[in-house]
């Protein structure tokens, strides 16, 4: 079992900055056996994916590309996700997860944190 805990939501101006940190804990070497994902959800919209790494690779929606930046501590089994100059589009509650295969298992196991809300101000 995986948990996942989001932080560093706020409220920021337009053009402003925030940096957002899911910290993964129930395994150890937890990024050896998941690939971890941001996606982000505005209010009445669809559950929208932001960035993610996985396979030696770090892939971004292409409107926070130039923007956004993904990274994590393998140490702290904590992933980051700063997020620069900040648009009235990027407002919502930002998620963390994980997708998991441990081990032999052939099966993936998929992990949400509750989210961490962010605002932004034009």
């Known amino acids: 079992q995986v948990q996942l805990v989001e932080s560093g939501g706020g409220s920021v101006q337009a053009g402003g900055s925030l940096k957002l940190s899911c910290v993964a804990s129930g395994s150890e070497n937890i990024f050896n056996w998941c690939g971890m994902y941001w996606y982000r959800q505005g209010l009445g919209k669809e559950r929208e994916f932001v960035s993610s790494?996985?396979?030696?690779?770090?892939t971004y929606t292409s409107s926070v590309k130039g923007r956004f930046t993904l990274s994590r501590d393998n140490g702290k089994n904590t992933l980051y996700l700063e997020m620069n100059n900040l648009k009235p589009d990027d407002p919502a509650m930002y998620y963390c997860q994980a997708r998991c295969r441990f081990g032999l298992s052939v099966s993936t196991t998929n992990y949400w944190g509750q989210g961490t809300q962010v605002t932004v101000s034009s």
């Open positions: 790494v996985g396979g030696g690779s770090i």
